[in-house]
């Protein structure tokens, strides 16, 4: 079924040929080592410093321990006590689990499915660096003796600066925010990149089962993570700016941040989960040697999970007062996941029944998954009905389900795939001894840990206390929770040990050495920069088990894409659908772009932390210059391709036609943005029914400026509509003046939008209603402005050729943020003029 | 060919019903807190109210689509004999998809008759 391509070059030529691969992709070494941009040195970069900030969250939660052993003990003060607890949660949630999970997926996609990299290889080093940088700059936090100490979800009153008074707060909302710069834009290459640059022939319903789970996962975190960006802005403009989002007494409402929080907070667990459960769904058929049963069942599963996961998030919240119905809705949907989770459990029954496992240390982690998980899953049902959650609520009882939910449906997936993909990472094989040993180790003390803590829990001990008395019945779990601690950090240590030894010792990994069916066995180990030197046709689900001679084939360079002396980095362009090759997708090489960009980012979080405008100012400023000069070396510029010729035979580059990646880029980027504007459209109307203290104040604001404004941005959309739909006929006579009038027009429909902003008298510090509508529209002046910046450069692209009937791609991109600022204002329109006047407003 | 965003056979027909799950969802929460706010009935009619009557009908309306939705899906083959195995793997997993989000409006708008709304 792999069939040999036309243009493959000759096999005898085989060597020469992979060093001339290796000139276009190699890696630098050196300082220039921070230039690489490929995905197999960033999803490693990512998972190094993953594994980084579990051992710090693992020494934090074995303080948290040593303290909670004893009744009374004092090894710290209550105050150091809440920032551990804190910076535990927030370390292993958004610095450990969905860095880690993100970074196998960026690691192993490209790979899977066939192709040579991301899509976007220097947004993946962007996000890599504002992960690292953010993570440093939170975790110094707790050495400054300034850690945030609010819990890991921040809850107003508590975080705002009335009861968080120093800088606490900020580091974790600034810090934070910065990484999820980096897990959104993980997420928008990876759903990019499964959709667009799979192997030619695999069509939707042959991609191996893990792409289905990241592509699902990387969807949820582009619509769920917004809320929380969304909530962390506002919460610190409340620190910073006095702007009262959660201050009942100005119309604000506290509860408005759980809402925010837990739109994000529930899908988030799905969001580690479902990469756990896609390794699984990865290595059982492998260590059963037979095909996973119901493959479409398990899609329809996972699916299902990734949607009704966004119907859960009350069931956090069911203490807070909320109507038995709501709360019922909520209750049924918590206990219905649960559904589609056990379809594919059963799935893995199934296929661990009509196989003939072998249980090598991979698959011991992935019987711990399946007993630590379905016990998690269980106590999970149990908490969504809503009288017994409002009996264990706030106590160890949740503490201990959630570990075994994360710990279960994480964890043990991860170390599983951390030992299954060992010898592509190092070339070399685990060890089975120490491997069981820290299996075992980790097993007997985790369940030692958090099995009793469930007891703990029921007999009535709360979470977040630094300590308590003696003589409540807690003195002994408590200790046997913190020797269990211990057994399971000896676990972790001997784990470490391992893998460290195994770098070493390891006996050298044969070719595809657990007889894997999957497309990431077919590169040399470890792989190479470019992955694969040609790329192969796959119509089967299990490639390698269809034919075993493909990896040799594939470093014969027998099949496609071959040639290399263009210096271009080439990967496919598929459909997504059917997975015919569509166009060949050049991309950027390595660069020096992304780090500079971090850098200043980095300067931008720390001013703000510091309160040193000016410096934001300039950061920002000079952030924008760096970015516009990244987006100025794309499409057909030289730097990004060349030299614009194919072979013959072959389709054409992705700049030279009306699709290409970035078209879909700014698609699942918008749906991003869109999640945090709806966020912001639920605040303001949760504000104006819910909030107790909600005050409407007299109004400045100037409808008709707006309308104006909005009917401005319709005519430039419609204008701008015309122009493509003559670009696309082959009609780009006047491209260059048009787009310029464009940019213009955008500029004096965002100086509108401007003036509307400083004549309307806002005054938003006095109350959350002016303070939302200033939110809402600088949110449409950056958007607009951004557009008129975007379609101005275009016309600049214009005259050095980079656009035009040769390369017509570009525009095609931009139109999509005209259409989206368009759907913006009009909506904003009618929530903040139309709407109020019905409501007994204005 | 390219299946038009129309077609029966385009991928995104795959997650529709899960989108009209999640649509009804913010309805019945979003419509139930509104209007608990605006004009609650009074408590003594218990399930037998304008809201919960309203919520309902959504409701049956919702699983009403989604059920002839689901059904449509799974007849497309029988009606296409000479589609492909991609494209039956979109009819039947889209089918499947509409299948679940029906059964997961029933389950979750269930509690509609059985309590009252603002209380």
Redesign the interface.
């Known amino acids: 079924m792999n069939t040999r391509s036309n243009s493959a070059a000759p096999a005898a030529d085989s060597d020469q040929l992979h060093d001339q691969f290796n000139e276009v992709w190699g890696n630098p070494r050196g300082w220039r080592a921070l230039t690489i941009v490929n995905h197999t040195t960033i999803g490693l970069r990512f998972m190094v410093t993953g594994g980084f900030f579990f051992l710090v969250g693992g020494l934090l939660a074995m303080l948290i321990r040593t303290q909670l052993a004893l009744p009374g003990y004092q090894l710290m003060e209550p105050d150091v006590y809440n920032q551990v607890f804190t910076m535990h949660g927030t370390v292993m949630m958004f610095l450990f689990a969905v860095p880690m999970m993100e970074g196998l997926a960026v690691y192993l996609i490209p790979k899977m499915l066939g192709a040579r990299d991301l899509v976007f290889p220097r947004l993946s080093a962007l996000g890599y660096f504002c992960y690292l940088f953010g993570g440093l700059i939170l975790l110094s936090s707790i050495f400054l003796d300034v850690a945030p100490k609010a819990g890991w979800f921040m809850y107003t009153p508590l975080s705002s600066s009335a009861h968080t008074p120093g800088v606490n707060s900020d580091f974790w909302l600034l810090g934070i925010t910065f990484v999820e710069i980096s897990a959104v834009s993980a997420g928008v290459e990876l759903v990019v990149s499964i959709l667009r640059t799979r192997a030619s022939g695999m069509a939707l319903h042959k991609m191996p089962l893990y792409a289905w789970y990241i592509l699902v996962m990387a969807m949820m975190i582009v619509v769920g993570f917004p809320p929380l960006i969304l909530g962390s802005i506002l919460l610190e403009l409340e620190r910073a700016a006095d702007m009262p989002f959660f201050d009942v007494a100005r119309g604000g409402d506290p509860v408005l941040w759980q809402h925010l929080f837990w739109l994000f907070g529930h899908p988030e667990v799905y969001i580690i989960f479902l990469p756990g459960a896609g390794i699984v769904s990865t290595l059982i058929p492998v260590f059963c040697q037979r095909p996973l049963v119901g493959y479409r069942w398990v899609v329809l599963g996972v699916l299902t999970t990734g949607f009704i996961s966004f119907g859960l998030w009350v069931h956090h919240m069911f203490t807070v007062g909320i109507p038995q119905l709501a709360q019922a809705f909520f209750s049924a949907a918590s206990m219905l996941v649960a559904i589609p989770t056990g379809v594919q459990i059963f799935a893995w029954i199934a296929t661990l029944w009509l196989g003939r496992p072998v249980y090598r240390v991979p698959m011991l982690w992935l019987v711990g998954f399946l007993l630590v998980f379905v016990a998690g899953g269980l106590t999970g049902v149990m908490l969504a009905l809503v009288p017994f959650n409002w009996q264990v609520h706030d106590t160890h009882f949740v503490v201990a389900h959630m570990h075994y939910v994360l710990v279960g449906g994480m964890f043990f997936p991860l170390m599983a795939g951390l030992y299954y993909w060992l010898p592509h990472f190092s070339g070399r094989m685990p060890s089975e001894r120490l491997g069981r040993w820290g299996f075992w180790l980790f097993f007997i003390g985790f369940n030692a840990t958090f099995l009793i803590m469930h007891w703990t829990g029921l007999i009535g001990m709360p979470r977040r206390v630094y300590t308590y008395d003696t003589g409540l019945g807690w003195d002994m779990p408590n200790l046997v929770s913190s020797i269990g601690s211990f057994i399971m950090a000896a676990g972790v240590a001997t784990i470490l040990l391992d893998i460290l030894l195994h770098f070493r010792f390891g006996v050298p990994a044969p070719k595809n050495p657990w007889k894997a069916d999957t497309l990431e066995w077919a590169t040399s180990l470890p792989p190479s920069a470019y992955n694969f030197v040609s790329l192969p046709d796959v119509t089967d689900r299990h490639p390698l088990w269809q034919d075993p001679d493909l990896p040799d084939s594939i470093a014969r360079g027998e099949h496609a894409l071959t040639v290399i002396d263009h210096g271009r980095r080439e990967t496919w362009g598929v459909d997504p659908l059917t997975g015919r090759t569509r166009e060949i997708i050049h991309l950027p090489g390595n660069s020096w772009l992304p780090f500079i960009t971090a850098l200043f980012l980095t300067v931008l979080c720390l001013s703000l932390l510091n309160k040193v405008y000016w410096v934001a100012l300039a950061a920002t400023i000079a952030t924008a210059v760096v970015v516009l000069r990244w987006s100025w070396e794309n499409g057909a510029h030289p730097a990004a391709a060349p030299d614009a010729h194919t072979q013959p035979g072959e389709p054409p580059l992705h700049s030279r036609t009306f699709d290409g990646p970035g078209l879909w880029g700014m698609g699942v980027t918008l749906l991003a943005d869109g999640a945090l504007y709806l966020s912001l459209l639920f605040g303001w109307f949760y504000l104006w029914t819910v909030s107790p203290q909600w005050r409407v104040p007299d109004s400045q604001l100037n409808g008709w400026l707006m309308l104006a404004s909005a009917l401005l941005l319709s005519g430039g959309s419609f204008w701008l509509h015309r122009l493509i739909k003559r670009l696309r006929a082959g009609i780009h006579r006047g491209l260059l003046g048009q787009l310029a009038l464009l940019a213009l027009l955008a500029l004096v429909q965002s100086a509108m939008l401007l003036w509307l902003l400083l004549s309307a008298g806002l005054a938003p510090t006095e109350t959350a209603h002016d303070a939302v509508i200033f939110v809402l529209l600088a949110y449409s002046l950056f958007h607009c402005a951004l557009a008129a910046v975007a379609t101005g450069l275009q016309a600049w692209r214009v005259s050095y050729g980079y656009v035009g009937e040769a390369a017509p791609y570009e525009p095609v991109v931009v139109e999509q943020l005209w259409y989206y600022n368009l759907g913006v204002l009009w909506v904003s329109y009618a929530a903040i003029v139309l709407f109020p006047p019905t409501w007994g407003g204005m | 060919m ?2 038009a965003l129309g077609s029966p056979l ?2 995104l027909q ?2 529709v019903g ?2 009209v ?2 649509l009804w ?1 913010v309805a ?2 979003g419509g ?3 209007a ?2 605006i004009c609650p009935p009074d408590p003594a009619q218990g399930v037998w109210n304008w809201l ?1 009557g309203s919520l309902g009908l959504l409701t049956l309306l919702t699983l009403a689509l989604l059920l002839g939705l689901m059904r449509y899906f799974w007849r497309l083959p029988l009606r296409r004999p000479s589609l492909n ?2 494209e039956l ?2 009819t ?2 889209a089918a ?2 509409h299948l ?1 989000a029906a059964l ?1 409006t029933a ?2 708008g ?3 008759l ?6």
Do not use: M
Not at chain 2, 114 to 119: G, R, V
């Open positions: 390219k299946p385009h991928p795959i997650v899960l989108v799950w999640s969802f019945i929460y139930q807190a509104i608990c706010r919960n195995e991609r793997f979109v039947k997993l499947g998809v679940v997961a389950f979750v269930a509690p509609l059985q309590l009252p709304p603002c209380l």
